[in-house]
């Protein structure tokens, strides 16, 4: 579980949390709730659109949910559907532009977009678009997806998304809200997740089912891939926008991303942890005097290591929670003497002692090496680093912001060349397989169940490159 | 450890934290990181006092420390010398007025005063000052202190401090400043924890430790009862300001208010916490499925109990760790409908499961019973409540925002009554010979080193009752 | 001159004002002074749009000028061409969303796009383009001209820009830049005033004359009629766009709208408002002790009206200048108490006194009988209402938002019926010749010169009706 | 009147504002109304207390009162009767301790204190209250007051604050509330204006009669010098506190400081300054073609001068309105580059011309000097300087944030030097006696009812000097 600490720069970070509800008076109230739920997911940007049936009422803006909404703000969000998204921080975008949901008026009226995820081909869209005299304002993929439906000439709502829909490739949980009806769909290989539940009469969507949990709603089930939901005054319809594929579900939604209280097709987020923890100590056991994990995310799988090795479990690193966006930052020199702000060892705990250090990934390797000094300077006298996921070692395309691969040290290093940048007196992996056994995935397809393309580089969908490309404009301008 | 969720009712809430720093260049800012660390310990206002030697400036506000200092405020306070202060959230006092450190004008100058702790005679000696003709502009015990100073017809500072200060009966960790000197202070009992360490050349002292590490300092050791550090141009010396008595530190610093990585009288506190649950299971064992501790401050005893039983420790409650200030309460409709903020039970986790919830404390015991009903919500078939320390059953004069004593449901109520009330299947508190000996001090004087006060009734100091006080400023005007 | 009093419901208000500067190294600052100086033409938001030749940066924000921009803001948009834009507040318009410059990417790479005026077809061409696929974000014309250029065949942009100016009608100041070059546009019958400077090389675009005085830049020349200046790397060239037409300025601009210090076409508007009362009191004598004007905009025709008539100008009537935004409003009941904010009547000046109050518009005449009320509650013993424009009787389909015909109270109603409406003792309004004449400019040609449109009727452009309309993308997509 | 423009370094300015309420249900919000239309009086703070008889509500803040309050602020300050303040902004002092009213607890519970105005001998009474062991937190005044109000062993109130104000000398206006009542008072000698009002059965006070205006209260009567007060539930009785003095208003009250709709001692405030323009072309004729004012207080003048000399007035000079405290300045180099904002010459009313520019006052001479010069600039053939009051020579001890003796211009040099440091054609001030005249004050006593100390050194209070100074509080300890 990602939290407010928007200074981990080593970490995978995804791009955004989305939830709907349909059907509920208070609707864009519950999705303030929901938004702060997903509010891990991103603390750039967050937007709700109301709609009344006649008219939307739109807020976004940037920084986090609490920031974005105040009372009276909701009280303007009139309306019984309303659809919400947090965004994830991206460097050097200008923010409040590309918050969503999209707001766009078109020939029959006000459309509203919102997405979790990534297109693979969003770039060259976007480029065809623009060069068929259409002008984008956000470097979003969903304002491609929104310009695609308008484009489209096809007589319903419903026809015009899937005709949009049959361009683009990759990961999105979509959000598509008129004032007559709020259409949802979900990537063909369900690369993100996204269920829905019930809250009375009123069907919610969320991106994780934490959400469904605060405002108590009761959860239904897991969107499919490639399913298309349309919600509108005759009800709720189910259709398939495209072939069924095998699922591919993000592995690092429960190594890293998601809550712990959230529940992936039937795991619990926390529950999956734990076990990769203690599979992690049966791949590579170490005595140890303790075992400490990297919060806040590492806790889970920390607390499974230690129960299988039967160490005790420590605080050993605290992570300083009032770190926020406005937070002064020390300057270089008090840097240099030693002021550090979000993660302290505790000297107590690991004093004299051999502590095994639990974290969940290593990207870069530059946090990881901090970590196990601030260890060593607190007085370990070993450090066995252990990481709950095998080495990253490809760029994802599915709306994770991983490093460029030359990034990725454990793209071009061994794992004993990583143990020694990171100063670790032992480093291990988990093994993809011990990995999909841990999460508890039934095995068979071709990525039995989950995305493992940046463990193994077999990307769930085509990786479009340049001379394969057509344009899907061609002849209908 | 408490954090930003400034709607726990049902706490025991202390009144402040305090830090300086003398003979570093960069000393606010070093204060403001001090206090950062010290956030926890009050999140009202806080404030920073530093001087140049010449002149003071002050820096104060409500809110957190971060809503409180941007880098130019911090810029404009110059000088080798601050001292902080971070404020409990009181209800309905007003806010502002009371943030410290106070800053005063008397006949040699400037005045810079602020504490972590209560007087037991606070209102009485308000009230005499009053009655011969002081204006008070707080209401706080800090400005008590300053008026007995500023009236002291004593010679120096330290003289004057010294007859202000054996006037006054409490708990307190007292900072003063002037331009030429800082003055540093703790109650006869060391009723609240304060401990100094280096930086370099320069002097630090804090509420707790863990302020120590954030900034590099080296820990050398805790403020002894009764003495006062007088700090100038001439260096730092150490006098006592009053007999010695036996040490009574609020033991309740361990079980909950501490940062889990301060140390207390050399003693962890998350360690403390974890013996504190592995004595709980020897007191009170019970078979069951998962053991869950209601965050933040009960995880480590928690994680000590499920070490203790060999019952898997699991998170079965989450906290929403982005509820602040600015969150939108739901209305009471939604509520009813279920929509909950601060805590979640985690379905998947609990289920079907017997569970041992382990919490720190119980006031009221209104929150418990909330708690217990969402494990059973979320399907635990039976709550074994376990109580990391004895029943609270009086009311504390020493900075701790207890209840009135008929709110405290352990004073009015029997075990099995309380635990009828919170609706658990079973329910033990610790006892105070196991705290003791979890905590760790030596055995012997009459508060075996801590104040036990809210659980037996012996109070280290005098409680002051109407009869018995003489006017301190008679025969003086 | 308009100012910051933004309840001013019974005035005639006007849409923007535009400024843009090439070729100075501290381009976005002097168009902030520039769009401060032009803040009587849009206080609902601003916005600047600079370049360094390869990139923009944008800042944009509801409010005044200076609530929009801080020094930081404006230190961030760097380059040597900057444009910028003030927004007049329309009511219920999503603030942010319609605030210009408007930035898009299209095909060729960054374009924003600012304009100052209204198009007489703009609703029917932006249906156009909704229906051709188009995804519209604004309710601006200026975001329809975007897209005609966006969807231009053309090879460069000025010919582009030509083809999209050769769809629409109406009246524009008209600014546009890209990495590349700024392009600067006025609409064929130079309805909107627009003027050019020279600031040491650097050339001034402004709405406003005054904001030349401001930033020292010397005035060169007006703006012509359906003229575009191209400025870019190789230096400035002008072409037409469009056939000559007959100019006809909106002759609110001298009466209301523009700041008394501001010239156009050669003539200073105070000086003009001058005579349009020296005028006023030609055609309509009146004997009487004191002429007052409403303030701010009828000050200067009330010092010509009383120099002419040899009656004492006074201070009748006192504006609050600090009424703003953030004003508490008074409820219903203190008002009917007589709690009355904006304007107030100077008993001291009018008690017992025959008084001519000079106004330079009546457009509902509701806030008239309130002032005239003003003055007989204070004293006066008569009230005669002289007004310096002609009856407004006309829509205006340029830019200035008045009512709807059927709430000009002239369009409706005869002089006398207006004065009972009022309770004056008498009303008078200035002829359309006598205006002519006071204002100035040379008679000939169909509409003298100026814009009558709102007084008679005849408006310098087509007004386009449904049925003449043909539709400008046919055979183009 | 003074305006927003908070960067007038050359002006005089005043020290504050008051007003108050005693029996309206809605006091809070109409003392809003009062402050606002006082805020000319000052714009660095606002304070409002309420009182409903039980405790007070208190709310203070930096800025202009509609920034300090909004709607909520003022709902939560409830209570039948109110009294507020607004601060002028003085350089360096520390903004929201120094805001007033003023709240103290003292023995007989909360007492609220605000003063418009300055003690002569305010410095040496803080003095001696530190030494005898007070704290003072603010630089006011009017904490010296409370204090001695405090220290009073009188029984009542009233005969606390009577002693108290036997020990000050000098000029204040003064509001004291407790639950209990209102007392009002003014200085012996009325050097600062109060005057009183009805507003149906409550009292209502204020520095200035436009505050009555606004919401509607009729005018009763100005305080007397030395008059007291009292309003409680027994209904409202006057005293003496001390000796009838001779009054001396402060004249630049009518020359610059009150809002031209005032009226003080009867006089209209704007009347009285057209007077002073008439005699001031009386004194001073010249032959010109235009006459201008410098905005806003001069304006008045300058219309009266135009008049009086049948020159045409016009508009040769325009403000901004819109600086405020959040504007940009320009940097030097633009400054350099002629980047104006504050005031604008108008190039088409004074190029070629000859202009009488009449000004209120001329303090350094600084601004005279760039105003003279802008004029210039703008192609003025001759400017005759006129000032409507007499050479300012003396500081004032009363509450006026005059220059330094050295830094007064007419101090230290003649009228012809001035003449040539102002660059100006020719240069005249009124003359005292010309000044009186126009005003309108009866001819008698010693200031002829005005307080003309900065034009002549006739103070009307004794000026305090070290060695005639007696300890009040000698004996009383």
Known sequence: MRDESIFDLDKLNEECGV?????????????????????????????????????????????????????????????????????????????????????????????????NGNLVNGQRLRRELEESGSILQTSTDTEVIAHFIARSQKETLVEKVKEALSYVIGAYALLILTNDELIVALDPHSLRPFSMALLGDAYVFSSETCAFDVIGAEFLREIEPGEMLILNRDGIKSIRFTQPQPKAICSFEYIYFARPDSDISGINVHAARKRLGRKLFEEAPIEADVVTGVPDSSISAAIGFAEAAHIPYELGLIKNRYVGRTF?????????????????????????????????????????????????????IEVHVRISSPPVINPCYYGIDTADRKELIAATHKVEEIRQAINADSLAFLSVEGMLEAIGRPVGDKNRGHCLACFTGEYPTVIESEHEYVKVLEGKR
């Open 328 to 380: 002064i930052q020390p300057t270089q020199e008090l840097r240099e003497q030693g002021v550090k702000m979000k993660l302290s060892a505790v000297r107590k705990v690991v004093e004299g002692k051999r502590v095994v250090m639990v974290d969940d990934s290593i990207v870069r390797g530059t946090t990881s090496r901090k970590i196990v000094n601030l260890l060593r300077e607190a007085g370990a």
């Open 19 to 115: 939830f709907a509800i349909f059907g509920h008076p208070d609707a864009a109230r519950l999705t303030y709730y929901g938004l702060h739920a997903l509010q891990h997911r991103g603390q750039e940007s967050a937007g709700i659109v109301a709609s009344d049936g006649k008219k939307f009422c739109v807020h976004r803006g940037t920084g986090l949910v609490t920031e974005v909404f105040q009372n009276e703000t909701i009280d303007k969000l009139k309306g019984h559907v309303a659809i919400g998204h947090v965004r994830y921080s991206t460097t050097g975008g200008t923010g409040l532009v590309n918050a969503q949901p999209l707001v766009f008026n078109y020939a029959n009226g006000e459309l509203a977009v919102a997405t």
